[in-house]
């Protein structure tokens, strides 16, 4: 039974490209998690999301960033017109069920822009 | 605003010695601690959690101590092995709320 996965490991763009990344959950999982890690600091949530719904989306910025879980495929996490600021590991988890507390986390995903 | 706070940036014990990661946490809300393990370019790893109806979690070398008139949990790691050395980070959840609020890690380093 795979773990979560991420893909890209790591991706570099340029500042005004726009990234993509993907996060496949555990087989059974329904429930998407999406964390911030800036340099030197804890993680910080960004977006939960179970298929096809977005629950709770306070973390994400206002503009240019974007979550989707669809009823097929992995869960995407699109940032648009990325600038430096964004340059940081972005880290997947799920989880089973709602009320599981706690979840698995995926390897992550560093992006660096330049 | 850092609801979740781990003081200490580093630590460094004597292999065999005990380690005591400490946290504290400011939002009466949360109700479920959770400790995880983070080595370089991988995921955090889900190490041992505790709920607010106890006081005291072990597993194995781990133990993990709840104290909420503090507002204060601890994870002791006895005894230190090398392969302790990674990032220990603390986190909260509030019943109800999915969401981790994690503080920014402590960095142990297991002195052979």
């Known amino acids: 039974n795979a773990g979560v996965m991420q893909n890209p490991r790591h991706l570099v763009r340029r500042r005004g490209q726009e990234a993509r990344l993907r996060c496949s959950p555990m087989k059974g999982h329904s429930h998407v998690y999406w964390y911030r890690q800036l340099p030197e600091e804890g993680l910080k949530f960004m977006v939960y999301?179970?298929?096809?719904?977005?629950?709770?989306e306070s973390g994400m910025p206002k503009e240019r960033f974007s979550a989707e879980f669809p009823k097929e495929g992995p869960s995407i996490l699109r940032i648009q017109q990325v600038v430096r600021g964004d340059s940081a590991a972005y880290f997947c988890?799920?989880?089973?069920?709602?009320?599981?507390?706690?979840?698995?986390f995926g390897s992550g995903t560093r992006l660096t822009v330049v | 605003d850092q609801q979740v706070k781990q003081n200490s940036p580093s630590l460094s014990v004597q292999e065999g010695r005990i380690s005591i990661l400490n946290c504290d946490y400011t939002n009466s809300m949360f109700d479920y601690f959770l400790w995880y393990k983070k080595y370089p370019a991988e995921g955090p790893t889900f190490l041992i959690s505790i709920s607010s109806i106890k006081d005291k979690n072990e597993d194995g070398r781990f133990t993990v101590f709840l104290n909420k008139s503090a507002k204060h949990l601890s994870l002791h790691i006895v005894p230190s092995q090398p392969g302790d050395s990674a990032v220990y980070f603390c986190?909260?959840?509030?019943?109800?709320?999915?969401?981790?609020?994690f503080g920014t890690g402590t960095r142990l380093t297991i002195i052979p």
């Open positions: 986190a909260a959840s509030a019943f109800g709320n999915e969401k981790l609020t």
């Open positions: 988890a799920s989880s089973e069920f709602f009320g599981s507390r706690g979840y698995t």
């Open positions: 999301l179970q298929k096809e719904n977005i629950i709770d």
